[in-house]
């Protein structure tokens, strides 16, 4: 609720919708509603007052906005969703996605981890934000930053006929292949970070040429069964933008010598047979044999924060948009390195 006040007669002040959240006391001060964004009046008058939760900051409506008054505070409170670049895949091994670190009340962050606590920020204070790059084939993907979060780039699939065939630790762990000389022996996929992401798919030890799909965010990637390969984790929903959108997702482990040849890429981005991660959602990288190894997909950072403020990219660097609804702003930054700011 708001409240609007006026003068009335005999020096007396008449205050319109008062609540016991809004009244005047002896001492003449006034006590003004205080809720959330959401709880603002569906249809505002000029004039309205209120305190809003988001960042402590008193506004005012002027007919057009809610507009904050004067320069009572230079903090806020503000969500985010940042994942880094998932891992590249091997012939026959699937990358990991990329690590996932999610605000949102009501969602997960990777490896079934809550969501983790909102950000404080100040206004014309600059913060790191860095898109990590999708790894290129049997590397690892980068990490992407937002002020003091840091997802993990996604794992590395294992290489086949190697001594590194065990899938690399990442956000999520890559999926692992069949070792130099022991096609029969048994390994774990590479593990995934906590609170980020699942580990990857492992070797089964059966013959043949199959290899494990890359860890998701939201869930392990899987082994291959006997001559069948391992199929990327699945992902995490996320409806920060104000749409569900699934990121996340790990990369698809192939057979060299048997149909299907390929298993299936996670949801959210998850290559499928020699298909790369999808770009902005930290999906790894499908194996491709006999083909090359194929990169992950690039990360992405997400910042919701109160629509009072003004998002900037001082010294340039980041390719981003801003959307704003619902008493938010949602900044979608898709690539670069770089600081922001807001006022």
């Not at 990637?221 to 959108?245: D, F, K, R």
């Not at 890429?265 to 930290?282: E, K, Y």
């Not at 910042?303 to 619902?326: M, V």
């Amino acid at each position: 609720m708001a409240i609007t006040i006026s003068g009335g007669s005999a020096g007396t002040t008449t205050i319109e919708g008062q609540t016991d959240g809004a009244k005047i006391d002896a001492t003449g001060a006034l006590t003004i509603p205080v809720g959330t964004t959401a709880q603002r009046p569906g249809t505002p008058a000029k004039g309205m007052l209120r305190l809003n939760t988001a960042g402590d900051v008193v506004e005012v409506y002027n007919g057009t906005a809610w507009v904050a008054v004067g320069d009572q505070t230079n903090n806020f409170l503000a969500d985010f969703l940042v994942i880094a670049g998932g891992g590249g895949s091997s012939a026959v091994a699937g990358g990991g996605a990329g690590g996932y670190r999610c605000s949102v009340t009501g969602e997960l962050s990777g490896g079934g981890g809550p969501a983790e606590t909102e950000l404080t920020l100040t206004t014309e204070t600059n913060y790191t934000v860095t898109v990590g790059g999708g790894g290129a084939g049997q590397t690892i993907g980068s990490d992407s930053v937002f002020s003091t979060i840091t997802s993990t780039g996604g794992g590395r699939a294992g290489i086949q006929n190697t001594a590194n065939n065990v899938g690399g630790t990442g956000g999520s762990g890559g999926g692992s292949a069949y070792p130099l000389g022991g096609v029969g022996n048994v390994y774990p996929g590479g593990l995934g970070t906590a609170n980020q992401g699942f580990d990857g798919g492992g070797h089964a030890g059966a013959s043949g040429g199959a290899a494990g799909g890359g860890g998701g965010a939201g869930a392990v990637g899987t082994a291959n069964t006997s001559v069948l390969p391992g199929n990327g984790g699945n992902g995490v929903a996320s409806s920060i933008t104000g749409s569900s959108v699934t990121r996340g997702g790990g990369g698809a482990g192939f057979n060299e010598v048997a149909s299907p040849p390929a298993g299936t890429g996670g949801s959210g981005g998850g290559g499928a047979g020699a298909t790369a991660g999808t770009v902005n959602t930290g999906g790894g990288g499908g194996a491709s044999s006999p083909g090359a190894p194929v990169a992950g997909g690039s990360g992405v950072v997400i910042i919701k924060y109160p629509d009072f403020r003004t998002i900037s990219n001082p010294g340039g660097g980041l390719t981003f948009t801003t959307a704003t609804a619902g008493g938010f702003s949602v900044t979608t930054v898709t690539a670069g390195t770089g600081n922001v700011s807001f006022a």
